[in-house]
């Protein structure tokens, strides 16, 4: 797309609607992948999480970048539960409040706002990049995205770059032994298994770039 | 899937209007999924909370009463409750003197406890958090999730109830979890897989000559898979690694928990116990309480848990105390 | 066959063991397979005894202690004891007040019972029996062994432990008993089949979409095999025959018993409590008191059973009164 | 045989150690038989009162009838329980009782002997020849035995005809409804299983057969 994309309250309400889609169609692919390493929820999980998300938006009508984070953080928190529900929840709260009081982003700055949202699930999860995560998907996500817009690459190519990225991050997961999250319980026995919430942040990349820039 | 259900999204829910049907003494907020102790606030009581996943029962709302715990918050079946509903539970049984959540170590339950936390610091609750790591199954690491919160739960629970019965402050209360974590240790095994409702299939699939030695409450697969055994060698497969963990010298007391995951009856609890307190009295440990039952499940799984809690005389009296809740009651 | 046990021929003896371990309160005669209250005989008080197949558990050695049973023996899984067990714990907590058999009514528990009936009494023990029948899935006629005695036998033992504990004369309790057996109806379902250990696969195949209502407590398959449904049919598949058999004017109070046939959890059981209380309500009926749990199991069997016990003021007042046994306690 | 066979106490012994044989080969095939229509446990409980039987007459050594009836009834009763542990029990105790305190039977007094057995097994357990019990192989038996005595046969004739009598009533249980026993609670669904009870008394009265007149 053109160099001057802005992405709207509008445009981030698609994201989620887009997002919530995906997951109904894949919740029980998640909970399948979650039965091998995890509790046999994730895909539960998410699909609850989404499903109130998707109301507390039409409730909430927000107007600016932070009230749409704000709106769909407090609801994943308080539905989803489990490892993903303050994870999830924290990326909506960081991604709002880095987007700020603003009704839309220029690319960069809904990199910038991608970005914190990601810093926000490291901080509160405090897993490191190798610890079969779901920041296995979303670092490299981000560090494509600036790479594309360094090279002089649109928003769209960014969000592009990052989805690849994302999913790469997530088949990289397969063969990681899981330092975090149930997984980890497993030890040796975790190699082998694609990591559930890594799966679920590459849909939620993926579906950025069908919405955001499109 | 073969259950006593309705709906699967529906099975906590109706199963709390059970537990309220079936336990009038209880308070139980159906909006928020919330089990409060029928006289909470407790006034200069410290209040304690807990809470985890469903699919554990009686862990933790039929923990919920005098001498116990003052509230508990279910989960989804297998999934950390929410901020949410662990603030409202905290509110619910803050006497004045503060409330101690009691936390299983999963990255789900300690974020969302923190979360809550937070939370209620914001409305100027005092709140103090334990978080239970008594799983010898998992390598402990600073790197990792750590070590999962099982049978040790339900021991610090009545432990710690009892202590704030008696007027323990918050501190005191605090520091006597803590104690029975440092000194508390579980090993886990099991049959057979269980079904969690919304998945509609087994967790993990089992061989009918195969068995799962070290996993945790979620159906999650253990460490380890083997072919079954009797009794006296699952025993020892669960014991040594307990002792190994955490030795006892000669003449220590303990108090020896021998917990079915759900679908495994009283009867092979029994003969299990008498295979633990051969090993324990061969290396002369002291049984000197012990609790057999189903009491932190994991849904319909067969198979067993043994805990071991190394006593203090604090602890003792405090696990003798007076307890009065759907699950457990003596002295009352 | 997986199950926590050695021998399967030492299942019974074994699992006596572990229990006395876990309850040093209780006397256990290892060589005849008695179980007997610590402080038996208790002078002039009618004894209780009770007994029957093991794999039941908690029923019936659980059940023995101040408020309820004086003995109980436990037979071979799911074989009547034989006449010399019953003997030995009739002789042992004889207070001089005589003693009530509380019997299930198999054709094996009766004879047996009728026997050692008889050499008791030829030992000058004054000696009364109730054979409890509450099933109603059997169609009774006095052509055939009758109907089988199921969970009434559970509140039958309670109440009539009380009656005895206050005093109450052999003529008085065994009215009492009769009472309860008369006023008591029970209707039991299974998920799946159970296996008895000696002979080391389940007693009946059910499909994975299959159920079997109207089954006893030993593994017998029911009156009818039907495709599996929801907790609120599978409540109105058991409580409408009891209600047919023995029907409640509105407003008649009832104490309902939801009970695990072993290898349902208590999450599961809440659910189906709720339907039951649900169907309850519709007609008027007011549940006055309840009990929910595995407390008259068989084996590892997923299913339940619902027991209704029309109540009087006399037998509410026992069910309240105090009792201290491994598997019920509470006011004690 | 010889029209004068004497049964001795010896031979009663000996009976018992065929019978507690074919029970040791039988008992899967007998709990299997009662898993149908019962409680799996009719081929354990047997084999559980076999072995005591034994142990006991090696103990008693007994020198006559009365003794050898006592001594095996009273082991049967307090280890079998069970249904069949009563009723064998009364079996045996009766057969001992109608024996006398003599040390041998000619082959009127044998057959005597038997049927006192099977109608204490009916005064105790109260059933009635159709009930789909023990007794619809035991009561054939007795009645074949004494038609054979009458019409001049020999002990080893009778026991013939009885094994011969008591293996058709065992297969008549097939298609009965029975109405006592574990087997009633079933009502329709008993109908097109063989007794596991009659499968015992049949193996009972072969062994005899096999022992008593050889
Ligand atoms: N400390 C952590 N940091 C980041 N992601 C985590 C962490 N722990 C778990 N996760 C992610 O959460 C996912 C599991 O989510 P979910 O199944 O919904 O919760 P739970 O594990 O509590 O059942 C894992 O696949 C993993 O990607
Ligand atoms: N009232 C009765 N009269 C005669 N035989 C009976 C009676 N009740 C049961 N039986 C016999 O007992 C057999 C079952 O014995 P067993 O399985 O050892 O005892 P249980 O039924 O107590 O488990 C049945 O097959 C039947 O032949
Ligand atoms: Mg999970
Ligand atoms: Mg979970
Ligand atoms: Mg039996
Ligand atoms: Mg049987």
């Known amino acids: 797309m053109a160099e001057g994309t802005t992405v709207t309250v509008d445009d981030l309400v698609a994201w989620i609607h887009r997002f919530c889609e995906v997951i109904g169609d894949h919740a029980d692919e998640l909970t399948q992948l979650d039965s091998a390493i995890g509790d046999a929820d994730h895909g539960t999980n998410m699909r609850r999480g989404c499903r109130a998300a998707v109301e507390a938006l039409a409730a909430a009508e927000p107007e600016d970048v932070t009230g749409f984070g704000r709106a769909i953080a407090m609801k994943i928190i308080s539905t989803v539960g489990g490892a993903s529900g303050p994870l999830y929840g924290s990326f909506f709260l960081a991604l709002g409040t880095a987007g700020g009081s603003t009704s839309s982003l220029d690319g960069v700055g809904t990199v910038a706002a991608l970005k914190a949202a990601v810093e926000a699930v490291r901080s509160r999860g405090k897993a490191e990049p190798g610890d079969k995560t779901m920041l296995d998907a979303l670092l490299p996500a981000i560090a494509a995205m600036e790479a594309s817009l360094d090279a002089g690459g649109s928003l769209s190519d960014a969000l592009e770059a990052g989805t690849t990225a994302a999913e790469q991050g997530m088949v990289a997961t397969i063969p990681m032994l899981a330092r975090k999250g149930r997984a980890s319980y497993l030890g040796e026995r975790s190699i082998g298994h694609q990591d559930p919430g890594a799966t679920s942040s590459w849909l939620l990349i993926r579906s950025a770039a069908e919405t955001l820039a499109a | ?332």
């Open chain 2, 1 to 332: 899937m073969k259950k006593l259900i309705n709906a699967a999204e529906d099975v906590v829910a109706e199963a709390l209007r059970g537990m309220e049907l079936a336990h009038p003494e209880l308070q139980i907020n159906h909006e928020l999924k919330v089990i409060v102790r029928g006289d909470a606030p407790v006034a200069g009581k410290v209040g304690i909370v807990s809470g985890g996943g469903s699919g554990h029962e009686p862990m933790h709302g039929g923990f919920v009463g005098k001498g116990m715990l003052d509230a508990a918050c279910p989960g989804e079946v297998f999934t950390s409750p929410t901020p949410d509903q662990m603030l409202e539970a905290t509110k619910a049984v803050d006497g004045g003197a503060g409330v101690l959540h009691i936390v299983k170590n999963y990255t789900g339950d300690v974020l969302n406890f923190e979360m809550a936390a937070e939370l209620a610091a914001a409305d100027g609750v005092e709140v103090e958090a334990v978080v239970l790591d008594d799983d010898v199954a998992v390598q402990d690491s600073s790197f990792t999730a750590g070590r999962r919160g099982v049978g040790a739960t339900v021991l610090a629970e009545k432990i710690c109830g009892a202590a704030a019965e008696a007027g323990g402050d918050l501190a005191q209360v605090k520091e006597l979890c803590e104690r029975v974590n440092a000194n508390g240790r579980s090993m886990g095994m099991a049959l057979t897989s269980c079904t969690v409702p919304s998945a509609g299939k087994p967790t993990f699939e089992l061989g009918d000559d195969e068995m799962e030695i070290g996993i945790g409450i979620h159906g999650e697969p253990g460490r380890e898979r083997r072919p079954v055994a009797s009794a006296a060698e699952v025993a020892k497969l669960l014991v040594e690694p307990i002792l190994a963990d955490l030795p006892y010298a000669e003449g220590e007391k303990a108090l020896v928990f021998v917990n079915s995951m759900g679908g495994t009856p009283l009867i092979e609890l029994y003969i299990l116990y008498n295979e633990v307190a051969k090993l324990l009295a061969e290396r002369g440990i002291e049984i000197a309480r012990n609790l057999v039952g189903p009491y932190i499940t994991s849904l319909e799984m067969q198979g067993a848990s043994v805990t071991m809690l190394k006593l203090d005389d604090e602890m003792t009296g405090y696990w003798d105390a007076a307890v009065e809740t759907p699950a457990l009651r003596w002295g009352a």
